[in-house]
């Protein structure tokens, strides 16, 4: 009985360790476009990077939504919200 409950306790294991790196990279990305949502304030070149790392921070998000919480309407938004941002930007390196 004790080595059937290890390796049920083994096969979760990388779920977890992947969820967990998820939330991490969430919370460091979400510190990053903070960060620099401070810092536009005084160089107003970093405008381009500011979108950058909210688009990636949107698909983050949406990834954490639909492995962690099964949120599907929710991923379809921050999927969404992140492919416009990346347009804009897209748009704005074009000089469009």
Do not use: C, W
């Amino acid at each position: 009985m004790g080595k059937k409950v290890h390796k049920e306790l083994k096969k979760l294991t990388p779920e977890k360790k992947e969820s967990k790196i998820g939330l991490y990279a969430q919370l460091l990305l979400t510190l990053a476009t903070i960060v620099l949502a401070l810092l536009y304030l005084v160089y107003k070149d970093l405008l381009i990077y500011l979108q950058l790392m909210l688009a990636l921070d949107m698909f983050v998000i949406a990834y954490n939504n639909q492995k962690k919480y099964k949120r599907t309407f929710f991923t379809l938004l921050y999927i969404g919200t992140g492919v416009v941002i990346l347009g804009i930007v897209i748009l704005n390196l074009l000089g469009v």
